[in-house]
């Protein structure tokens, strides 16, 4: 360990002179005796050279000091708890910044096909949820992925037919961007021979155009708005599954794409003291502007538990699926280039609208015709407000729009994100999965340039790092390693490792990036006095460990707001 700082106190961060300084308050609670890693990396800082220190003191959900133990342990009154963290690895609690919480939350509770490594498989697991459920109840589920079984073929309504008797059934593919429906769930959707595509979405058909069970971006409203929605108790039920696994995985903070419905149980959890993670809840880019602000309205934006953060808009779908939109046909499909959900000057003029009404936006782009459509729509937008004068969240003039995933841009489009001052919000796990396919959809030359986190980096792009759960698993660490490696998880595949990353540029995108993407940088993303006292403790120091030992981290405690979540048993 470095050398140890001295104390670090709220009043010698403002500078005022030691001799004036107030009585020092006593801390809450102290943790002592951990090897902290603060996540200050400002050389002028007051942690002078060092970026280690033994002890945390906690007044109320802030952190009052950190520093060497015998001056940490000054501040300790009759009423300080100690805590003794036994040496053990501390750092700044993770900040996921892409995730779809109650979606996880009832996945635990339906049809879960993830992993599922055959279409026998995943028909076994149909099979037993419908052989469980009411006489005509819909059953529903997710997390399927076609390319891990040995034919890679897309399931169909027949398949589903021959397992599920009368129950309708329709079962989201892990990415959530194309479904399959059985026969009984088409029916009660009307969706027949006659049925159009929507608008930014496709229905599969057989050769005869009898729609063959598969629903492609939009088209899936066709049969999502027949099925009956959960009831509030199952909502909250699956919203506190999901946030256990959060707190377990050593996540403190959340931004969440999930239902207003969801929002309001976040509400009642916080009132009951059992909201576990902080949520920045994000607000669907296509409603109007007064639903928007009634929304915005309804929940302190002061609240640094939960409150409503950006809108969220989709410029096409997902490479797996194939309907990511890209600038040149898929080379593993070349009649196809995607589906992309705007016509540009509709999705132009709403975005200029949103920004005008004070409102940050993140695009869900993965092609790198959505990365196009995104950037353009915000070079327009930016410069209505500049000229406007309109003011960023913060009051500033950075207006922190952001492009969820980016997974494919050319050589040109990221300067252009350094120029517009765009995050690439992005979830390196995802490359775990996709390095088995996504050469073949994009070939060598787009491919060289797709989740490249080194190339964004290197031209000044803030990295903000998440998992896309339920699309990926909770846990941070598989995304640490994927950001160090490129590699499988067995160490047997790589994909163009010139994009790697190190352990402080992968911790930083999961912890201060992800902060900047939510105007939360004053608040979260180190340890440090003033900051909130989000923090967790793991079994290993994964500043030093070998990437592969990272995949087996265990969080041992998870703290947020000097409160203990989470205590490994």
């Given at each position: 360990m470095k050398r140890i700082a001295s104390i670090l106190l709220l009043a010698a961060a403002s500078g005022a002179p030691a001799q004036n300084a107030p009585q020092k308050p006593k801390a809450d609670v102290i943790f002592t005796h951990g090897n902290i890693y603060t996540g200050v990396v400002d050389a002028a800082s007051s942690l002078g050279e060092g970026k280690r220190a033994e002890a945390i003191a906690i007044v109320g959900d802030h952190i009052l000091a950190v520093g060497a133990r015998d001056e940490i342990m000054k501040l300790k009154g009759p009423d300080t708890k100690v805590v003794d963290l036994a040496g053990r690895f501390v750092m700044p609690g993770f900040n996921d910044a892409h995730m779809h919480l109650a979606s996880a939350g009832l996945e635990k509770m339906n049809v879960n096909l993830v992993g599922a490594k055959t279409l026998d498989a995943f028909r076994e697991r149909l099979q037993a949820k419908c052989d469980a459920a009411e006489p005509g109840e819909w059953v529903v589920g997710e997390g399927w992925d076609e390319t891990l079984w040995p034919v890679k073929t897309l399931p169909t309504r027949w398949d589903l037919d021959e397992v599920s008797g009368k129950h309708p059934v329709y079962l989201g593919r892990v990415d959530g961007h194309i479904g399959v429906a059985n026969t009984r769930a088409l029916q009660l959707a009307s969706v027949t021979v006659a049925s159009r595509d929507p608008d930014g979405g496709k229905i599969d058909r057989d050769d005869s155009g009898t729609p063959n069970g598969v629903l492609r971006e939009k088209?899936?409203?066709?049969?999502?708005?027949?099925?009956?929605?959960?009831?509030?108790?199952?909502?909250?039920?699956?919203?506190?599954?999901?946030?256990?696994?959060?707190?377990?995985?050593?996540?403190?903070?959340?931004?969440?794409?999930?239902?207003?419905?969801?929002?309001?149980?976040?509400?009642?959890?916080?009132?009951?003291?059992?909201?576990?993670?902080?949520?920045?809840?994000?607000?669907?880019?296509?409603?109007?502007?007064?639903?928007?602000?009634?929304?915005?309205?309804?929940?302190?934006?002061?609240d640094n538990m939960l409150h409503t953060g950006m809108l969220k808009g989709f410029m096409d779908g997902s490479l797996g699926s194939k309907t990511a939109a890209l600038l040149e046909p898929y080379s593993d499909d070349p009649k196809n280039s995607g589906l992309p959900q705007y016509d540009v000057a509709k999705l132009n003029a709403m975005t200029k609208e949103r920004v005008l009404a004070g409102y940050q936006i993140g695009f869900h782009a993965i092609g790198d015709k959505g990365t196009q459509m995104a950037l353009d729509a915000f070079a327009e937008a930016e410069k209505a407000a500049k000229e406007a004068k309109v003011k960023a969240v913060d009051g500033g003039t950075d207006y922190r729009l952001r492009i969820e995933h980016a997974q494919v841009t050319t050589a040109q489009q990221i300067p252009r994100f350094k120029e517009l001052k765009v995050i690439a919000s992005m979830q390196p796990s995802h490359l775990l999965t996709d390095m088995n396919w996504a050469e073949s959809r994009l070939g060598p030359k787009r491919a060289e340039h797709s989740y490249a986190w080194a190339e964004f980096l290197?031209?000044?792009?803030?990295?903000?790092?998440?998992?896309?759960?339920?699309?990926?698993?909770?846990?941070?660490?598989?995304?640490?390693?994927?950001?160090?490696?490129?590699?499988?998880?067995?160490?047997?595949?790589?994909?163009?490792?010139?994009?790697?990353?190190?352990?402080?540029?992968?911790?930083?995108?999961?912890?201060?990036?992800?902060?900047?993407?939510?105007?939360?940088?004053?608040?979260?993303?180190?340890?440090?006095?003033?900051?909130?006292?989000d923090f967790v403790v793991l079994d290993q120091d994964i500043t030093a460990a070998l990437p592969p030992k990272i995949l087996e981290t265990k969080v041992l405690r998870t703290v947020v707001g000097g409160k203990t979540v989470y205590e490994a048993k």
């Open positions: 088209a899936q409203e066709l049969v999502l708005s027949v099925i009956p929605k959960p009831t509030h108790e199952k909502r909250r039920q699956a919203i506190q599954l999901a946030l256990a696994d959060m707190a377990s995985h050593g996540i403190t903070s959340a931004q969440d794409l999930s239902q207003w419905e969801d929002f309001e149980i976040y509400e009642e959890l916080e009132t009951d003291g059992k909201l576990t993670a902080r949520i920045s809840e994000w607000l669907p880019f296509d409603e109007s502007i007064e639903d928007l602000n009634s929304k915005r309205n309804s929940h302190p934006a002061s290197r031209h000044g792009v803030v990295l903000a790092f998440g998992t896309d759960y339920p699309v990926e698993p909770v846990t941070p660490f598989r995304g640490i390693y994927a950001a160090l490696t490129r590699e499988s998880e067995d160490g047997k595949k790589s994909y163009y490792p010139a994009e790697k990353l190190d352990i402080e540029q992968a911790i930083a995108a999961y912890t201060t990036g992800a902060a900047f993407a939510e105007f939360a940088e004053k608040q979260k993303g180190k340890l440090a006095p003033g900051m909130l006292a």
